[in-house]
């Protein structure tokens, strides 16, 4: 535990004057913004924070050092909407949780009560609406969950953080838990394949990326899929080696903080990835690998005692003997340079607008959720890897490909954001393809490159985005294929991407939780990590 955490004031006012000195109209309360409680205290509406005004803070805070040294004490605290996580007032009183910091990733449940005078109380309930409204925002209010527990999940202890970390939260915030663990492989596809959609609002996956993987798949197999997909959310939380979902949409992967973005996460469009091989169509969220860095994920299994090390291990070792994976590849491009790329990520920043054919776009929202477009998957536009290839794709080949990658998602584990052009929603995925011939040195950088932000601009990385693309492994019997870290059989395989089939709860809405090729402030920028 980070004691410092403890020690500062864990509460955060991004109005606060010391914060903004010349933002004098944005420190000024909303008319009848302030609730009287008790003789000493005010309870205050600001721009970010529930402003908290106690006169007793100074009186019990006045010694320290078992009261030798005096101390001086604030009488005043701001906690951000953000960790707002329920309000209510009873006959007396009026009571408010909110997470907390108690460490550098972690948050627990607090509460504050303050009594109210009777004849001030139908004031106090209109105020208690006004502060959940700022509290939440966009996100819905006591949200029922299904929630599955992988048991086997974070070396066993998923089930401890659970209750320590994650259900206090839910709780606090009012929210409805149905829980439920996996019992063996793949139980997540039948779960949720026979879950009533309508019965709950987001389906929680409390695991590794293993079981999102199998969630939403198993949506995928109901008969009204597209509806299904489309009306609950699938969110992580993190008890497992790989959480790259909860880095990208969560920004954490702390469960405690996790918990709270869940709470206050805004329902988002995912496109999810259609991959065909043999007679199977899977559903991908986050990537699909061959080469270097499905190697380096699968092969490594029985390292999992060293955590995400593992992977870098793998990706060096076969980096340092330059391996190569020959294939023949056909990508159906449409975004080709690393400019364009760029300015394809600038425009999404300011288009908040949904899919048409997402539940809640244009398109759904004339045809009604009974459309008969909402049962099953969608069709597949470019066919299977069984047919022929489309007309206006060439079969490449690639005798020294060293890695293939191609990405949903930004994060792909803490700190590692390979694909930093990547978006929630905009129809595309994100290519990255090496030669596997390059110098070890080059090698050396790409692997740098990743975690400090240098990745995308290194001019032997193709970066490209693409909508569909076949890849057909060759010259060796065997090898590993690596959809969502999930290992598939050694053979072709096609993929095309729908735009807006799946839904998630994210913290902005629109992106991901990584450092975009463009700054938030329109700059070009593919460094400066916010993990």
Request: hydrophobic fraction near 35%; include cysteine; charge should be neutral.
């Amino acid at each position: 535990m980070d004691h410092r955490a403890v020690d500062e004031d864990p509460f955060v006012d991004p109005v606060h004057p010391r914060a903004h000195p010349h933002s004098d109209e944005r420190q000024r309360p909303v008319e009848d913004s302030t609730l009287i409680a008790g003789r000493t205290a005010s309870l205050t509406l600001g721009t970010d924070s529930l402003i908290v005004l106690d006169e007793g803070f100074a009186q019990r805070k006045r010694w320290n050092c078992c009261g030798l040294l005096g101390n001086e004490s604030k009488t005043t605290h701001a906690i951000p909407f953000y960790n707002i996580l329920w309000a209510e007032l009873s006959q007396f009183e009026i009571s408010i949780r909110y997470a907390r910091p108690t460490a550098t990733n972690v948050v627990r449940v607090s509460t504050i009560n303050y009594p109210i005078e009777k004849p001030d109380h139908p004031r106090a309930i209109s105020w208690v609406e006004h502060l959940l409204d700022r509290a939440y925002g966009e996100s819905q209010r006591k949200k029922r969950i299904k929630l599955l527990v992988n048991p086997f999940g974070g070396k066993g202890k998923a089930q401890k953080w659970y209750l320590r970390d994650i259900e206090p939260i839910f709780a606090a915030a009012r929210c409805e838990i149905d829980l439920q663990k996996t019992q063996y492989r793949a139980h997540a596809v039948e779960i949720a394949e026979k879950l009533d959609v309508d019965a709950f609002d987001v389906i929680a996956a409390c695991s590794g990326d293993g079981l999102p993987h199998e969630i939403i798949n198993g949506l995928g197999k109901k008969a009204d899929a597209r509806r299904a997909l489309c009306k609950i959310a699938v969110v992580q939380l993190p008890c497992g080696t790989g959480n790259a979902m909860s880095w990208n949409l969560n920004g954490s992967d702390s469960p405690s903080l996790a918990a709270l973005a869940i709470v206050k996460g805004i329902k988002t469009p995912l496109d999810l990835v259609s991959i065909t091989q043999g007679d199977r169509r899977t559903l991908s969220f986050l990537s699909q690998a061959v080469g270097i860095i499905a190697d380096a994920d699968l092969a490594t299994e029985h390292l999992r005692w060293l955590g995400s090390a593992r992977f870098t291990y793998g990706v060096l070792v076969r980096l340092l003997q330059k391996t190569v994976y020959p294939c023949d590849l056909a990508v159906k491009v449409e975004v080709a340079t690393k400019a364009e790329v760029r300015e394809h990520y600038r425009q999404a920043l300011n288009d908040r607008s949904l899919p048409d054919n997402h539940c809640g776009g244009p398109s759904s929202q004339a045809a009604g959720d009974e459309d008969q477009n909402l049962r099953g998957l969608p069709e597949l536009r470019y066919g299977t890897v069984n047919e022929a290839l489309p007309e206006d794709w060439t079969l490449v080949p690639y005798d020294k490909m060293g890695n293939f990658w191609c990405g949903n998602m930004a994060f792909m584990a803490p700190r590692n954001n390979p694909f930093p052009g990547a978006l929630p929603n905009d129809g595309c995925m994100d290519l990255v393809t090496i030669d596997g011939d390059i110098s070890r040195w080059k090698a050396i950088q790409c692997i740098a490159g990743v975690e400090t932000g240098k990745f995308f601009d290194m001019a032997h990385v193709n970066y490209r985005k693409i909508t569909g693309y076949r890849i057909i492994p060759r010259d060796q019997k065997d090898g590993y294929i690596s959809i969502d870290g999930e290992r598939m059989p050694f053979e072709p395989f096609q993929a095309e991407v729908h735009r807006g089939l799946g839904t998630v709860l994210s913290k902005s809405g629109h992106v991901y939780e990584a450092p975009g090729v463009v700054s938030k402030s329109g700059e070009s920028s593919s460094s400066s990590l916010r993990a």
